[in-house]
């Protein structure tokens, strides 16, 4: 069955950088693009960007640009997303999200999240 | 970019139908797609493509999309229902996929 396995719970300085994987199985890694969303505590959702995992190009929203990484590993079937320069309104449940690869396709499987709080 | 616009809240009796509607500038050309988040878990794609429900979805959601106006309805609503529900588009314009601010469905 497809899973997507998110790393654990991470706290962080202000300034400081996180990275999450997301480890994918029950199907064809590269079949897929993953997708990043994040989730700021009692919010909506808010859809970061995604990566082409048969390609590693990756496309970020404008508001992140500069302060944002998403790679995959396709050896281990593992997607990062890396985030720099944390603020408090980085602070969030970060999922990884799976889509078919035609831009307008829907998000049929997520990660369980990762929750990322950012505190001095 | 592209905004899509949810009622904060809808409220229900259990059996009764319920509507979450998703409004957007021409919606009806795009291809919208339902998530249902219950608290503490990960979004479910419960529609997709305006109106196709994805395996192990029960037949009591369904979707429709036309015009400036896409709506979930959900009938012989159950208690265990009660979620936050999200509507999602891509927008071609600035090529990035947007949510609406989501609809938490009480269940009276």
């Known amino acids: 069955q497809v899973q997507l396995v998110q790393s654990g719970t991470e706290v962080k300085k202000p300034g400081a950088s996180v990275k999450v994987s997301c480890k994918a199985s029950?199907?064809?890694?590269?079949?897929?693009?993953i997708s990043w969303v994040r989730q700021a505590p009692g919010q909506g959702l808010e859809w970061m960007g995604w990566?082409?995992?048969?390609?590693?190009?990756?496309n970020y929203t404008q508001n992140l640009q500069g302060r944002v990484t998403m790679t995959t590993d396709t050896s281990t079937s593992t997607a990062y997303l890396e985030l720099r320069s944390l603020k408090s309104d980085d602070t969030a449940v970060y999922y990884c999200?799976?889509?078919?690869?035609?831009?307008?396709?829907?998000?049929?499987?997520w990660g369980q999240g990762t929750l990322v709080t950012v505190s001095s | 970019s592209y905004v899509l616009t949810q009622p904060p809240s809808v409220s229900v009796a259990p059996g009764k139908t319920a509507w979450i509607t998703c409004g957007g500038n021409?919606?009806?050309?795009?291809?919208v797609h339902w998530y249902q988040q219950k608290p503490g878990q990960a979004p479910v794609l419960v529609i997709s493509y305006n109106s196709d429900r994805p395996s192990g979805i029960p037949e009591r959601f369904s979707g429709s999309n036309s015009g400036n106006t896409a709506t979930l309805t959900i009938i012989r609503v159950e208690a265990g229902d009660e979620a936050d529900y999200y509507c999602q588009v891509w927008d071609t314009g600035y090529r990035v996929r947007v949510f609406g601010g989501g609809t938490k469905l009480t269940v009276l």
């Open positions: 990566i082409s995992t048969y390609t590693g190009d990756p």
């Open positions: 999200a799976r889509a078919d690869y035609g831009s307008a396709s829907p998000f049929d499987y």
């Open positions: 021409d919606i009806g050309g795009k291809s």
């Open positions: 029950g199907y064809t890694f590269v079949s897929y693009g």
